[in-house]
C-alpha cells in the first residue's frame, strides 16, 4: 500500500524501500504514491508483490504488481436474472455475486390479504390476516382502510326471547351482557303494576283494597283507572226517609236509625214511630224534661214546654279521628284511624293517626336508599315498592382499555366495598394466527400491538415480521462511500444467523467484519497514532475534519495495555491540534450520526454500559498481528486494548437509548430515544430502516455515499 511505503520512508526503513541508502526516497515516495522524484526522470516503485496492490475488494478483480506499479484487477460483472423483486450484487468480501430478495418490490399495498414476498421465482402472495375474537356475538372483518381488525357487536345473537329481563346487548369487550328490566310504573297509586312477559308488555291492575279509607258508612271505596284516583262507594245504608234519624253508626259499623233530636225544629223531638219531629211534651221545669241522655245535650223547659237540648259536638280538626259520643262516659270520644292517613305510597314511609296533631310520618319509616355504593343510582321505586339500586358502569371507568371495561356489580363478591366497582377483564387481543408473533395489551400506548419474536424462527436467518411471520425479509444492499461491505451486503457471513444490523458485532455499513468488534475495512485508520473518523471507510481527516492522535491517551505508556504500540503518551499534545479538546461541527455532522450510542468519533467504545470499561474497536494482538477484539474477550487487554474516551465527539448512552450491551430498554421506556426525524429500528415490532440509512444503536442514522 502507499500508506505502508510512507510508513516506511518516514521511519527510514531500508527494508520497504528496497536499500538503506534509498530509505529517504522511499518515504517522500510513499507520500506522494506514484508521482515522479523530485530529482529524477525516473518512476519511483511503488510496489514489490501483488500483496502490496491489494485493495481487500474481491469484486474490483485482482490487482497486480507490474514494473512497480499497481496494475488494477478486472471487476466482476453481475448479470440480471431476469427477476422484477430481486437485486444482484458482488460482495466484496467474498468476490462472489449474491442475489438479495427484496419483499418490498412485491408489496401491493393491501392490508388485508397478507404480506407478498419475494423468491426466487418471483413475487409470492401473502397469508390472508385472520381476525377472530372469542365471542359468538361480534361479527369479525378485517378493515383495509384502518389495516385492522374489525369487531362489529350483533345484539340479535345474544336476545334469550324474554321480555321482562331487558334487552340484552352484545359488548366488544365482554361478549353478551343482561339488560336491565323494563320500569313498570304508572301514575296511578291504586294499581298493581307488573311486567307481563306472555303479553310482552307492562300490566296495571286495579286493586280496591289500596282505596279502602276504614269508613263504614260512606260505602266501598274503589280504584277508577280512568279519574287515575280512587272514588267513593254507594253509602253502606239505606235511608228510611225519615229525616230526623241518623241511619248509620260508624262506632258500631252498623245501621241503626236513631233519632237526632237536632234535626227537628225548636220544641220539637223525633219520635220515629210518628215518622218525624213532634211538638214537645208540657212541663214546669227542665227537671221535667231530661232524658237522662248526655250526648243529645241538656233539655230545657221553656214556655211551659220541653226543649230539646244542643247535641254534644264531637267533631275534631282532624280527619284521621273517627269522633263520637261516649253516652256511657259522657264525653266525647277521638279513635285514631291510622287508614285514613295511609296514602297507599311507599316511599314517603308509614303514617299513623295522632288525636292530637292528625296525621304524621312514622319515625324512621321513610325507606333509606342509600346502599353506600358510589357506582350505583340509589332511587325509590313507588312501583316495586322497594328501594332500586341501578349500577352505573360509567361511574366505574378509569378510561382505559387495556385493564377490560370496569363493572358495577356490588353483589360482586370482588367489588370494591367502597365504589361497588369490579374490574373488568383485560382486553382481549386478537391472534393473527402468525406462530412467531404474540399481541397483549400495551399499558402505555393502552391499545393492542403485535410483535414479532425473532427466537421463534428455526431457519438460519429469518426473522418474525407482524402480518407475515418468519422470513429472511426484504435486504437491499447498503454501501459506504460507494463499496458494499460484509456489515451491508445482506448476508450472514459468520454463520450466527445474524444479518448485518442484526448482528452485534456490526457497527454500521462501514464494517467489514461480522466476527469481530474491528472494522476491518482496508486502510481504516491505518496511520499510526493519527486517528480520524473510525466509522467511515477511509483513513485521513480530509473528509471529515474529525482530529484525535492516540498519544493523547494516558493509557499509551509503551507497554500493554494500550491502544497502539507505537505511540507513547505525550501530555504536551493534550489541546494541540491533533488532540483537540472539541472536535469542529463538520466532524460531528459527518461523523456524528456513524457513531454508535456508547463509542466516540475515533473509535473507543464502553461496551457494557455503566462498566467504564473502554476498548479500541482497532486493537490488534501485537503478538500475532491479528485484530481479535470480541465481545468474549472484552476482558483480555491484550486483544481489546483499554483506552480514554474523547468527550469532544463522544456519544453517550441515555437511560432510553440502546448501546453496546444493551439489548433491551428499561420497563419506564415505551420505546428508544433517536435523533429528531430518525425512525426507531431494532426491536421487534419495528420497520427496517429505509434506503440509504442503517440501524445504528436502535435508530435509523444515514448513511455515507
Same mark, same amino acid.
Given at each position: 500500500e502507499a500508506g505502508a511505503a510512507g510508513e516506511a520512508g518516514a521511519a527510514g526503513e531500508a527494508g520497504a524501500a528496497g536499500t538503506a541508502g534509498e530509505a529517504g526516497a522511499a518515504g517522500e515516495a510513499g507520500a506522494a504514491g506514484a508521482e515522479q522524484d523530485a /530529482?529524477? *526522470?525516473v518512476i519511483v516503485p511503488v510496489c514489490v508483490t501483488d500483496l502490496e496492490c491489494s485493495d481487500n475488494d474481491l469484486c474490483t478483480g485482482i490487482e497486480t504488481c507490474a514494473a512497480g506499479q499497481c496494475v488494477a484487477g478486472t471487476p466482476v460483472v453481475c448479470n440480471d436474472d431476469g427477476i422484477s423483486c430481486t437485486k444482484e450484487f458482488c460482495a466484496s468480501a467474498t468476490?462472489?455475486?449474491?442475489v438479495v430478495l427484496q419483499d418490498a418490490l412485491c408489496d401491493d399495498q393491501t392490508y388485508c390479504n397478507g404480506v407478498e414476498k419475494c423468491s426466487l421465482t418471483g413475487c409470492q402472495d401473502g397469508v390472508p390476516v385472520v381476525c377472530a375474537d372469542s365471542f359468538a356475538c361480534?361479527?369479525?372483518?378485517? *378493515?383495509e382502510a384502518s389495516k385492522s381488525c374489525k369487531f362489529v357487536p350483533d345484539d340479535s345473537a345474544c336476545t334469550d326471547g324474554l321480555y321482562c329481563n331487558g334487552e340484552e346487548k352484545c359488548d366488544a369487550a365482554f361478549g353478551c351482557v343482561s339488560g336491565e328490566p323494563p320500569l313498570c310504573m304508572d301514575d296511578i297509586p291504586c294499581t298493581d303494576d307488573s311486567c307481563d312477559e306472555s303479553a310482552k308488555a307492562c300490566a296495571y291492575v286495579p286493586n280496591d283494597g289500596k282505596c279502602a279509607d276504614s269508613f263504614f258508612c260512606n260505602g266501598v271505596e274503589k280504584c277508577d283507572v280512568t279519574a287515575?284516583?280512587?272514588? %267513593?262507594? %254507594?253509602l253502606a245504608c239505606t235511608t228510611d226517609n225519615i229525616a230526623c234519624t241518623n241511619d248509620c253508626d260508624e262506632v258500631a259499623k252498623a245501621c241503626t236509625y236513631t233519632p237526632d233530636h237536632t234535626k227537628c225544629e225548636a220544641g220539637k223531638f223525633c219520635v220515629p214511630l210518628q215518622n218525624g219531629c213532634v211538638t214537645g211534651t208540657l212541663c214546669g221545669s227542665d227537671a221535667d224534661c231530661s232524658d237522662g241522655l248526655y250526648c243529645n245535650g241538656e233539655e230545657k223547659c221553656a214556655s211551659g214546654t220541653c226543649q230539646p237540648g244542643v247535641a254534644v259536638v264531637c267533631a275534631d280538626i282532624f280527619n284521621c279521628t273517627l269522633d263520637s259520643c261516649d253516652e256511657a262516659n259522657d264525653t266525647c270520644a277521638h279513635v285514631p284511624m291510622d287508614s285514613v292517613c295511609d296514602n297507599a305510597m311507599f316511599c314517603d314511609g308509614a303514617d299513623k293517626c295522632d288525636v292530637n296533631a292528625g296525621c304524621v310520618a312514622v319515625e324512621n319509616s321513610i325507606p333509606n336508599c342509600d346502599d353506600g355504593k358510589a357506582c350505583t343510582t340509589d332511587a325509590c321505586s313507588e312501583a316495586q315498592k322497594q328501594c332500586v339500586h341501578t349500577p352505573d358502569d360509567t361511574a366505574c371507568t378509569d378510561f382505559k382499555f387495556c385493564n377490560g371495561s370496569e363493572q358495577c356489580a356490588p353483589s360482586n363478591p370482588l367489588a370494591d366495598a367502597a365504589t361497588g366497582c369490579v374490574a373488568g377483564p383485560p382486553a382481549q387481543c386478537p391472534d393473527d394466527g402468525i406462530a412467531c408473533t404474540s399481541a397483549s395489551c400495551d399499558p402505555?400506548? *393502552?391499545k393492542c400491538v403485535t410483535v414479532g419474536d425473532d427466537s421463534k424462527c428455526t431457519v438460519c436467518g429469518e426473522s418474525c415480521v407482524v402480518g407475515v411471520g418468519c422470513t429472511k425479509g426484504a435486504c437491499t444492499p447498503t454501501g459506504c462511500q460507494g463499496k458494499v461491505y460484509a456489515c451491508g451486503d445482506c448476508l450472514d457471513n459468520d454463520g450466527d444467523c445474524k444479518i448485518d444490523s442484526k448482528d452485534s458485532m456490526c457497527m454500521g455499513p462501514c464494517d467489514n467484519t461480522e466476527q469481530g468488534l474491528w472494522g476491518g475495512i482496508p486502510g481504516q485508520n491505518s496511520a499510526p497514532c493519527k486517528q480520524d473518523c473510525y466509522f467511515d471507510g477511509d483513513t485521513g481527516a480530509g473528509n471529515d475534519s474529525?482530529?484525535? @492522535?492516540?498519544?493523547? *491517551? %494516558?493509557?499509551?505508556? /509503551?507497554? $500493554?495495555p494500550y491502544p497502539e504500540e507505537k505511540c507513547k503518551y505525550d501530555a504536551s499534545m493534550v489541546g494541540s491540534s491533533d488532540c483537540p479538546n472539541n472536535q469542529s461541527q463538520t466532524c460531528l455532522n459527518i461523523c456524528g450520526p456513524l457513531v454508535p450510542n456508547g463509542c466516540d468519533c475515533f473509535g473507543c467504545c464502553e461496551i457494557v454500559p455503566g462498566s467504564n470499561q473502554w476498548i479500541w474497536l482497532g486493537s490488534i494482538t501485537y503478538a500475532n498481528d491479528n485484530q481479535e477484539c470480541t465481545l468474549a474477550e472484552l @476482558? @483480555? $487487554?491484550?486483544?481489546c486494548h483499554p483506552c480514554t474516551p474523547t468527550t469532544g465527539c463522544l456519544n453517550t448512552c441515555a437511560h432510553c437509548e440502546l448501546c453496546f450491551g444493551k439489548t433491551e430498554l428499561p420497563d419506564d421506556c415505551t420505546t428508544q430515544e433517536c435523533p429528531t426525524g430518525r425512525n426507531p429500528c431494532g426491536q421487534p415490532g419495528q420497520a427496517d430502516c429505509p434506503t440509504n440509512q442503517y440501524c445504528i444503536s436502535g435508530c435509523c442514522q444515514p448513511t455515507l455515499q
Open positions: /530529482g529524477a *526522470d468476490g462472489q455475486c449474491e361480534t361479527t369479525e372483518s378485517c *378493515d287515575k284516583a280512587c272514588v %267513593p262507594g %254507594p402505555v400506548l *393502552d474529525c482530529y484525535w @492522535n492516540h498519544k493523547c *491517551d %494516558p493509557f499509551e505508556q /509503551g507497554t $500493554p @476482558n @483480555n $487487554p491484550a486483544k
